[in-house]
């Protein structure tokens, strides 16, 4: 059975522990949170991830309750939720 861990400091900031993330996912929710939103090629951009990969794992992100997704197709941006 797997469960995921999310710690919400009074601060606001989440803390992803044995939540099952991998490196690129960790990267990209710091950008988020230093900068407030981050859209697929920017998360491509900064992780090195190919276009499609960089999607799978921001949806995924979502998925967790980790991130929420605003826009349409290219015009998606990717905030804490």
């Not at 900031?13 to 949170?33: F, K």
Request: glycine share 12%; charged share 30%; proline share 4%.
């Amino acid at each position: 059975d797997h469960h995921d861990v999310v710690v919400t400091f009074r601060n606001g900031d989440r803390v992803e522990e044995a939540s099952g993330l991998n490196e690129r996912q960790r990267i990209g929710l710091r950008i988020v949170r230093e900068q407030g939103s981050i859209s697929t090629p920017e998360y491509c951009a900064a992780t090195g991830a190919p276009e499609r990969t960089g999607l799978r794992d921001l949806q995924s992100l979502v998925t967790k309750g980790l991130l929420v997704v605003r826009g349409k197709k290219r015009g998606q941006r990717f905030y804490l939720p």
